[in-house]
């Protein structure tokens, strides 16, 4: 039936209009309602306009909703323009342009709500614009102003749109306006159902426009598509106000209402022949005033029991303003369906923020957890590796403007950086510090203060730019609920490939067999010709390297301050801890079990994010008590063995 309908308007909106007569012609016909429009009468007058056809009746309707349209004293209008004394004209049909006195011409001055009908009817010229921002001006003006006789002009433009976005854009908007103003109820009910798998916030929102209601009460039901009977008890005082609005009730009075009204009726110093010495008390007070009220001096007290059952005589009830039933539980339906999706799609979106955040943790704590768990250091100064690989990047990109040749030459070189950095450290601080783990921490401490220091020196307080190249710009969107930026994707893919090289380097080399070695049995490992210092070396080194490409990517995503590896340096030591010590497998555990828990706690709290961060430390407290060496525990020295 939706199809035919829309064949119907596409050939009643496809007949060639007449073309013969000229724009000034028309409006010399409807002359008056021009000089003098108003809204009851000027919807002719438009439409007039509007069926000619002619090119420039679209410049006239603009420069008439501008008023700039000015009628001689023949009746001739024009378009001008003011010149000091004169008027720079513009003929309606022939553009000719001509200077003339003022004092000949009158300014028409359409009201507010004529430009308003005016708009209306250039929306459906600029619908079929040759321009595309045109047509695309006039689609965005419905969306905003969405109205009943928009719809057919705007199904009638979507087969002959060219611009394969704009028209996908059209027949949303007609679905939208289908859905609230078609004529047949099936077609609103196949537009409303068509809105069931649609996430945006404007289908919701044409969802919420179709099952608007409005309260009410009545001494009996009243007819008409009812939303919900409601129940008056749930907030007395609110619904007797609702009956005194509706003058239902009389108004309850307060207590300086039932105080002038004792005092009025004082007669020899009592009240209804009580003592005015008893008024003090309350019960005596509404004792008096009852007997008045029986007396039919003053209004009668609305006491609660009053009150109670002028509520329970009365019904209350939500009404539709959507008149049939037949659209709004099709309406109701929509939107628990269209309402699941978005739970479902923000579950989803959730989901994929956790994964991002789970893959910067890991990044940020793999290298700790391979120096820690062959080591057995507590490494403070791990965060400063990651810095440093930051500000690797930013000099890169001085010298290579090129943000994606820039960003290919960074990450190998943060690399090699960081791991010197690193070698050098574990020669000249670490080594001398095996099994003396107090001094170590306090050591690496005082390193990260002095690497702090002297980043500060040479790169200065302020945050430096990282520069993501341009297709790493803007987000992946999967709808109006789901979407993630590409950095984080690319953090997410580079914490993959980090994954698989630290796995392969363990798994299928001989550094990796001899770090196995050392890290389950040192004394053994080094009877069998391994030298466990060389193996340190590297290890610390490997780990610092793997710290400064991931301080590239980290780079592209946060800010680049000297101060930004403190940043990281709790949640790695989470990650690792939570993990297993010195356990690949166990840091990516540990980081997805921090990532999704912190973003869980985000969801629940999400006005606050420092507040996440501490929940999640205590609940990492919580669990090591439980669970000492963590999700995946390794055997040997890293274990404590």
Not at 7 to 12: E, G, K, P
Not at 369 to 381: D, H, K, L, R, S
Not at 587 to 613: C, D, H, R, V, Y
Request: hydrophobic share 50%.
């Amino acid at each position: 039936m939706r199809s035919v309908l829309f064949a119907v308007i596409l050939t009643v909106c496809s007949v060639p209009a007449v073309t013969a007569q000229t724009l000034q012609s028309i409006l010399q016909t409807h002359a008056t309602e021009i000089a003098k429009p108003s809204r009851k009468t000027v919807g002719k007058t438009i439409d007039a306009i509007a069926a000619s056809g002619l090119p420039q009746a679209t410049e006239f309707l603009e420069q008439w909703s501008e008023k700039n349209i000015w009628q001689h004293t023949d009746g001739n209008f024009f378009v001008a323009t003011s010149v000091e004394d004169s008027l720079m004209l513009i003929d309606v049909d022939t553009q000719a342009r001509t200077i003339a006195p003022k004092f000949d011409f009158k300014q028409l001055k359409p009201n507010g709500g004529v430009r308003r009908l005016i708009s209306t009817a250039l929306v459906q010229f600029q619908l079929l614009d040759p321009d595309l921002t045109r047509r695309e001006t006039a689609v965005a003006s419905i969306a905003r102003r969405p109205a009943a006789e928009q719809l057919i002009p705007l199904i009638a433009s979507i087969d002959r749109e060219l611009d394969a976005a704009l028209k996908s854009r059209k027949i949303q908007l007609a679905n939208f306006l289908s859905a609230r103003f078609a004529i047949e109820t099936q077609d609103r009910i196949a537009a409303i159902n068509s809105l069931s798998t649609d996430t945006s916030v404007e289908a919701r929102a044409v969802l919420n426009q179709v099952l608007t209601t409005f309260t009410g009460v009545a001494r009996v039901a009243p007819q008409g598509n009812i939303a919900a009977i409601l129940d008056p008890m749930v907030a007395p005082d609110q619904s007797y106000n609702a009956l005194v609005e509706a003058k239902l009730a009389p108004q309850k009075q307060t207590k300086i209402d039932i105080r002038k009204e004792l005092e009025a009726n004082i007669i020899e110093g009592r009240i209804a022949g009580l003592p005015l010495a008893q008024m003090d008390d309350r019960l005596t007070r509404e004792a008096a005033y009852s007997a008045l009220a029986t007396q039919g001096s003053v209004p009668t007290l609305i006491t609660q029991e009053v009150r109670d059952a002028a509520l329970l005589g009365h019904v209350f009830y939500e009404l539709y303003e959507e008149p049939n039933a037949q659209i709004t539980a099709a309406a109701k339906v929509a939107r628990k369906s269209a309402d699941n999706r978005v739970a479902t799609a923000q579950f989803a979106d959730l989901a994929l923020d956790a994964l991002s955040l789970a893959s910067i943790f890991f990044l940020a704590a793999i290298g700790l957890a391979i120096t820690f768990g062959v080591m057995g250091v507590i490494n403070m100064a791990h965060g400063e590796f990651i810095m440093m690989g930051a500000y690797t990047g930013y000099v890169v990109q001085l010298f290579i403007p090129n943000y994606t040749v820039s960003i290919f030459v960074a990450l190998p070189l943060a690399f090699a950086v960081t791991f010197v950095a690193g070698v050098v450290m574990e020669r000249l601080v670490i080594s001398r510090l095996y099994h003396r783990p107090l001094e170590t921490l306090l050591a690496t401490f005082g390193v990260s203060i002095a690497l702090q220091q002297l980043a500060k020196n040479i790169f200065g307080t302020q945050a430096r730019p990282l520069t993501s190249p341009d297709w790493l710009a803007g987000a992946w969107v999967v709808n109006d609920v789901i979407q993630i930026s590409f950095i984080r994707i690319a953090i997410f893919i580079l914490a993959l490939l980090f994954l698989s090289l630290i796995v392969y380097i363990f798994k299928r080399t001989r550094l990796g067999l001899e770090v196995r070695a050392v890290t389950q049995n040192p004394g053994m490992a080094s009877s069998m010709g391994i030298n466990p210092d060389r193996i340190n070396m590297m290890t610390f080194g490997l780990g610092s390297g793997i710290a400064g490409t991931a301080g590239v990517a980290i780079g592209l995503y946060a800010k680049v301050t000297s101060e930004m590896g403190s940043d990281y340096i709790v949640q790695s030591f989470m990650t690792v801890v939570v993990g297993g010590v010195g356990n690949v497998w166990g840091t990516l555990a540990g980081a997805a079990m921090i990532g999704f828990g912190q973003k869980w706690i985000e969801w629940l709290n999400p006005s606050n994010t420092l507040a996440a961060q501490t929940y999640m430390i205590l609940f990492v407290i919580l669990f090591i008590q439980f669970r000492p060496k963590g999700i995946v525990a390794l055997k040997g020295r890293a274990a404590g063995g």
